[in-house]
C-alpha cells in the first residue's frame, strides 16, 4: 500500500475515509508554501541542537529547519559537530579527510570563515563540515587554553569579518554530553531539543536539563531551552498522542505545536544527500519541519511582527 503523502489526488478515494482526511489536510497545510516569509531576527540565533538519547531525529531536525529556514529568505549556517558528518551529507557537503572541516577551527586554529561551504539546498545554506578526525578532537581540545569556548570565540571572530551577517546558526551536537557539546551550549543561546514520540522519551532528558542549568551557572547565562519539537510522531498510536500530552505538560512554552511524523520521505532524502525538504517539497514530512521553522522563526521575531499567540514564547531578542 502506498504512504499517504505518495497517493495521488487523482485516484478514486472515499471522501469520508481517514486517508481522504488526511490528504484534505495536507492539500490545506500545503498554503504555508505560499505565505509571506517569516520576519527576520534582528540579530543572530545560535542554537546548540541536543539530545542525549540517540535515533531521536536530531540532525534530521537540524538540517530540515535550516533548509526550511533558508527557503524563507534567511542566511543559515550549520555547524556539523558530530563526527558521523551526517548533516554534512544531508546538506551535499564533501567532508572527507583532505577537506577542511571544523576539527581545523577547534583543534588547528582555522578560521571558520574558511571551512564553510555553501550547501547545495535552495537559499543561502552554509555548512561548516564535520568528518571522521573529529572523533579524536575532545582529547586534544583539553590542552587548549579557553577549552570550552574554542566554539564560541571562532563564531565571534566569524560574526566581526563582513559579509558573515547569518540569521541563524544551528550546532548540531553528538549524542553525548563531551567537550564538543559543551562548546555547543556555550555559544549558543537557545537549545533546541527533538523528543521522539516514543517510550522512554524523556529518558536523558533531566540529565541534559543539569548539563544546560550547570552551563548557565558556569559557562554561559544566557543558554536557554527555548524549542521542543515532538518527532517520530504516529498519529495512529495511543502511545505517540500519550507521549505527546506528557511532553506539552511539562514544557508547555517551550513544544513548538508543529510536529513532525514518521514519513517515508523523510528517511529517504539523506540517501540523496537532500533535506527532505528539497527532496519532496510537497510531502507531508516537508511540510511538517517548514511549519516548525515558521513557528521558529515567528517566535524570534521582533515583537510588533508575532501573532498574539506567540508573545509570550521564548525567544533570542
Known sequence: M??????????????????????????????????????????????????????VGKTTT????????????????????DPQGNASTALGIEHHGEVPS??????????LAEVIQKSTEEGELYCAPSNLDLAGAELQMYGRDRREYLLRDALEQL?????????????????????????????????????????????????????????????????QVSTILLTMFDSRTRLAHEVAE?????FPQ?????VIPRAVRVSEAPSYSQTVVSYDTMSVGSISYIEAAHEIALRGAPPSHRP?????????E
Open 2 to 55: 502506498k504512504h499517504p503523502e505518495e497517493t495521488s489526488t487523482t485516484s478514486p478515494v472515499d471522501v469520508d475515509s481517514p486517508l481522504a482526511k488526511e490528504l484534505s489536510d495536507l492539500t490545506a497545510r500545503r498554503r504555508i508554501l505560499d505565505q509571506t516569509p517569516p520576519p527576520l531576527p534582528q540579530r543572530p540565533r545560535v542554537f546548540t541542537v541536543s539530545n542525549q538519547k540517540g535515533g
Open 62 to 81: 537540524t538540517v530540515n529547519i535550516a533548509a526550511a529556514l533558508a527557503r524563507f529568505g534567511a542566511k543559515v549556517l550549520v555547524i556539523d559537530l
Open 102 to 111: 571544523i576539527y581545523d577551527v577547534l583543534v588547528e586554529g582555522k578560521p
Open 159 to 223: 560574526f566581526a569579518r563582513p559579509g558573515n551577517d547569518y540569521n541563524y546558526v544551528f550546532i548540531d551536537c553528538p549524542p553525548s554530553l563531551g567537550l564538543l557539546t559543551i562548546n555547543a551550549f556555550t555559544c549558543a543561546r537557545e537549545v533546541l531539543i527533538p523528543i521522539q514520540c516514543e517510550y522512554y522519551a524523556l529518558e536523558g532528558l533531566s540529565q541534559l536539563l543539569n548539563t544546560i542549568e550547570m552551563i548557565n551557572q558556569g559557562l554561559n547565562p544566557y543558554l
Open 246 to 250: 506528557d511532553v506539552r505538560t511539562h
Open 254 to 258: 517551550q513544544v513548538l505545536k508543529a
Open 308 to 316: 498574539p499567540a506567540q508573545e509570550a514564547t521564548h525567544g533570542n
